[in-house]
């Protein structure tokens, strides 16, 4: 259960699933739509859910930035960014990284992904963007 002060519930509808870009490129999520105001005040928490990523090379990086927006078009990075990092020649292992937004957070919110320059080719495997409740 991700969510320790909530329900932790899935809500299948606020769900993205987005491959990884190309090496050197970034690739954004779709947005999900928390709703009217009254909607965000209730406890929510997010994931970020990737794969076992075997292709990520040693030292490269796919990083992982939250992004909202008030009108699901004019994008700002929320300050909460994740890194993860191939190594030992087998890539990075699947995981998951939990956060939250503040109660004034605009009504969408996505994930921008870039990988790395020479990073390896990822662009077979997809992350999810996934909403608890």
């Known amino acids: 259960m991700p969510n320790v002060l909530?329900?932790?519930i899935l809500d299948a509808n606020l769900t993205a699933v987005t491959a990884f870009p190309a090496a050197g490129?970034?690739?954004?999520?779709?947005?999900?739509d928390l709703g009217p105001k009254y909607l965000q005040s209730e406890r929510l928490e997010f994931g970020i859910v990737w794969p076992l990523v075997t292709p990520l090379a040693?030292?490269?990086?796919?990083?992982?930035?939250?992004?909202t927006s008030p009108d699901n078009s004019t994008w700002t990075n929320a300050g909460i960014t994740k890194?993860?990092?191939g190594a030992?020649?087998?890539g990075t292992p699947a995981g998951e990284y939990l956060f939250r937004l503040?109660?004034?957070?605009?009504?969408?919110?996505?994930?921008?992904?870039?990988?790395?320059?020479?990073?390896g080719?990822?662009?077979?495997?997809?992350?999810?963007?996934?909403?608890?409740?």
Request: glycine share 10%; aromatic share 8%; charged share 10%.
């Open 6 to 8: 909530g329900r932790g």
């Open 25 to 32: 490129a970034t690739a954004n999520s779709a947005s999900l």
């Open 58 to 67: 040693d030292t490269k990086n796919l990083i992982f930035n939250v992004q």
């Open 83 to 85: 890194t993860i990092t």
């Open 88 to 90: 030992g020649g087998i």
């Open 102 to 119: 503040a109660s004034t957070a605009p009504q969408y919110v996505r994930v921008s992904v870039a990988e790395d320059a020479a990073g």
């Open 121 to 133: 080719v990822v662009t077979g495997l997809n992350f999810t963007l996934n909403a608890y409740f």
